[in-house]
């Protein structure tokens, strides 16, 4: 028989069971409903990407009507743009798709851009979007777009968007910038050559004046003297090599002149590669006006005769030390610029820089000798001397300078001629 704590023993333990059972009932549904929502979830990316997949495929894969197009964009006014930028269409109508392929993308906000900018070390993009959408852009802008159909036949443009589809892969996205051989352009420049192959007929060896890379980018660069100033600072000799008619592709205007030239080998016959421009956009390219007033060259030479006339009026040493540090604090960050472009950056085009002869490590030198009140006589006169020689050999050195280089080299052979301790200087410190 069962007493009372017997009885009570059963029951506690009958609800015991219950509770585990019902627990055991409730994971059990949780379980069920889990594995469901993964199951779907599961369901819904394979879904998600078998669309993804062949939307891309719309946009890649060619058809017996498909074209190709090159897009010649004009000038904008911000730094980067004043070169212009160019693109490549391609239609298919029978899958209604238009779309445009940009090799010029590349993210401001992205994490040290001006440090990855400053070494070499900046990756730019491809990206692909509708011709309407990339018409938005320049259109708010008010550049000009014009687009040439490229006389490609249909194999070719199957290797083309072959070749596309190659760049699109995540592992070929980007690409490392470089701005003479490697940008929007040449990428066209270099697919259109691999999918023609030997068929495509550049013209003869060139036998007039072949002009160098610096004059290239200084006629987009003339409008802006400043912007041309820092420029031609930066940029070292290997930037006044001549650039030789392919060369020259590397600016989208002038490679959309220089593409027009060429021809396609077929049979007998040869054809122009692209046809004559068609009007996309219309406007006309900024046309800025120079203000002689604000130039570099104007701006130094009137500080030149302010440096004159106070050293000529001045006589209190504590004034002048603090004019010459400040002169100098300025001439030694241009000096640390020119050791890092020469030697600590991957840009092939700023090393080799001969800026660093007037803007040598000796001045750093002479300002610690101004900051910590020391005569540095010896120092002062090595870079009055080297200065100096700047100023006379300029004209036969292998790299050309910006005019105003020579103003700024004027005002460091004044100061350092001042504090160099010459008998025949009446500006010489007692």
Sequence with gaps: MLNGDSILRVVRFSEYRGRKANKLLFMTKIHYVYKKRKFMKKIFIFCLLIILANSRGVFSQSSNDTLAYLLTCGPGTETYSIYGHSALRVVIPEKHSDTVYNWGIFDFSAPNFVWKFAKGRLDYLLGDESLNGFLQEYFFDHRYVYSQKININQDEIRILVSLINENLKPENIKYRY????????????????????????????????????????????????????????????????????????????????????????????????????????????????????????????????????????????????????????????????????????????????????WLNPIIIICMIMLILNKTGTLWFRILFFISAGFLVLQFILPQDFNIAFSLLAIIILIRSSVRSGFDWNPLTLK
Excluded at 191 to 209: A, N
Excluded at 215 to 237: A, C, E, H, R, T
């Design 178 to 357: 470089d701005f003479f051989y490697d940008d929007c352009s040449t990428r066209i420049r270099d697919l259109l050559e691999k999918s023609i192959g030997q068929k495509l007929i550049y013209p003869p060896l060139e036998t007039d004046r072949i002009p160098s890379f610096r004059d290239l980018v200084s006629k987009y660069q003339n409008p802006y003297p400043w912007y041309k100033f820092g420029v031609d600072l930066i940029m070292g000799s290997t930037s006044d090599k001549k650039a030789v008619f392919r060369d020259r592709m590397f600016l989208p205007i002038d490679m959309k002149d220089e593409l027009s030239k060429l021809v396609i080998q077929r049979s007998e016959k040869r054809i122009p590669l692209l046809q004559n421009p068609e009007v996309l956009l219309d406007f006309d390219a900024p046309v800025i006006k120079q203000k002689f007033l604000t130039s570099p060259s104007f701006v130094f030479t009137f500080v030149i005769i302010l440096i004159l006339v106070l050293a000529a009026l001045i006589k209190n040493r504590k004034i002048i030390r603090i004019i010459d540090i400040i002169i100098f604090s300025v001439f030694s960050i241009l000096s640390i610029l020119m050791i890092f472009f020469n030697f600590f950056t991957d840009h092939q085009q700023m090393k080799w820089n001969l800026n660093i002869i």
